[in-house]
C-alpha cells in the first residue's frame, strides 16, 4: 500500500501522484508498488526492500542521490489473546525533495502523523519531520516499557499463589519482548549519534528542543530496558529456586511417608508368609489379627513423631 501526503497551510492532503515536498508512506508494498516509486525516483529496489526483511539491523547509508535511515520501532503482536512486545524495521527515506517511509506493517510511530495530530508537522520541512519521527518512536518505546512493568507486577502477584506454568511462560514473554527492546534500542543509539553529525539534521534554533528531547528519551528507554530486564532475569531465577524448593519438599514429605508405612508392610509382611504360625507372636490369639495391626499403628505413630520432633514435615 502507498500513500501520498502534503502539507497544505494547517492541514495534511493526501494526495493520488506524488508531489514536490510530499511524504510517501509505503506499508508491505508489493513487488508492483515497489518497482513503480524505484523508477520514479531512481532508487535501486534492495534500497525500499531493506525494511521489509525482519531482521534488518539499524543502520543508515548516505549516498549522493538518497539516504536511508533505518531504525528498529517497537511493535505489538497478538499471541493467544496476550500482547507480545518485538521490533520491526522501519526505513526513512531522502531522496530528490520526499520522505519515503517504509515499513513491514501498520504502525503506531507513524499513526499521529497519518491521521494529522501531530503538531507542528510539516512534510516539507525534513530534518524536523525526521526528528519528530524518532521522537515519537522512542516515546513509544518508553510507554511499552510501562506497559512490561505493569505486567511483571502483575504475574509476580499471581506467582506468590500460584507457581504455574502459565505465569511463568508469560514471564518469559515479558523477558524476550525487553531483549527485542534493548537490543534495537542500543542499536538506534548508533544510529542516531551518527545522523546527528551529519549535515542532514540541519541544526535550526527551534528544533534545538526536539533533538535534545530525542536524544534524553532514547537514553532513558535504554536505562528503562536494562533496569526491567535485570529485575525480570532475577525473577525468574527466584521464582525458578521456589518452585525447585517447593519440590524438595514434597519429595522430602513423601519419602518421610513411605517410610511411616513401610512399617506396618513389614509387619504384615511377615504375618503373611507361608510359615507355622504356633512361631508368630499373638498368631493363636483370638484377637491376634487386631493385636497386630494395633502395634503397627502404634510403631508408625512413634515414628511419625520422631520425624514431627525433627521438623521434617517443614
Not at 154 to 165: A, D, G, P, R, Y
Not at 178 to 186: G, I, P, S
Not at 293 to 303: D, H, T
Request: charged share 25%; with cysteine.
Amino acid at each position: 500500500m502507498i500513500d501520498f501526503y502534503l502539507s497544505e497551510s494547517e492541514h495534511l492532503q493526501k494526495l493520488d501522484i506524488p508531489a514536490a515536498g510530499c511524504w510517501i508512506n509505503m506499508v508491505a508494498p508489493d513487488d508492483t508498488e515497489v518497482q513503480k516509486i524505484s523508477k520514479r525516483f531512481a532508487l535501486d529496489t534492495d534500497i525500499i526492500r531493506a525494511a521489509l526483511d525482519l531482521d534488518e539491523r539499524s543502520r543508515i547509508d548516505i549516498d549522493e542521490d538518497y539516504t536511508m535511515i533505518l531504525v528498529n520501532i517497537p511493535s505489538v503482536e497478538d499471541d493467544r489473546e496476550r500482547e507480545l512486545y518485538s521490533t520491526i524495521p522501519l526505513s526513512i527515506i531522502i531522496v530528490d525533495d520526499v520522505i519515503i517511509t517504509v515499513c513491514s506493517e501498520e504502525t503506531a510511530v507513524l499513526k499521529p502523523f497519518k491521521e494529522g495530530m501531530k503538531r507542528d508537522f510539516r512534510t516539507q520541512m525534513k530534518s524536523r519531520f525526521i526528528l519528530q519521527i524518532l521522537h515519537r518512536m522512542s516515546a513509544l518505546f518508553l510507554a511499552y516499557l510501562h506497559v512490561i512493568d505493569k505486567k511483571s507486577d502483575q504475574v509476580e502477584e499471581k506467582l506468590q499463589k500460584s507457581t504455574k506454568n502459565k505465569e511463568l511462560i508469560e514471564l518469559l514473554k515479558l523477558e524476550k519482548s525487553l531483549v527485542y527492546f534493548t537490543t534495537a534500542l542500543r542499536s538506534n543509539e548508533g544510529v542516531m549519534k551518527k545522523l546527528f553529525r551529519t549535515e542532514l539534521i540541519r541544526k535550526y534554533p527551534e528544533d534545538a528542543d526536539l533533538l535534545e528531547d530525542v536524544l534524553v528519551e532514547n537514553e532513558q528507554a535504554i536505562e528503562m530496558a536494562t533496569i526491567y530486564s535485570g529485575i525480570l532475569s532475577g525473577l525468574m531465577d527466584a521464582y525458578a529456586s521456589v518452585i525447585s524448593n517447593n519440590l524438595n519438599i514434597v519429595m522430602k514429605a513423601l519419602a518421610v511417608l513411605t517410610l511411616i508405612l513401610s512399617i506396618p508392610t513389614m509387619v504384615f509382611s511377615a504375618y503373611g508368609m507361608n510359615v507355622n504360625g504356633s512361631g508368630m507372636p499373638f498368631a493363636a490369639e483370638s484377637y491376634g489379627f487386631w493385636i497386630i495391626i494395633g502395634i503397627s499403628v502404634a510403631l508408625s505413630i512413634v515414628v511419625a513423631f520422631i520425624f514431627a520432633n525433627k521438623k521434617t514435615f517443614k
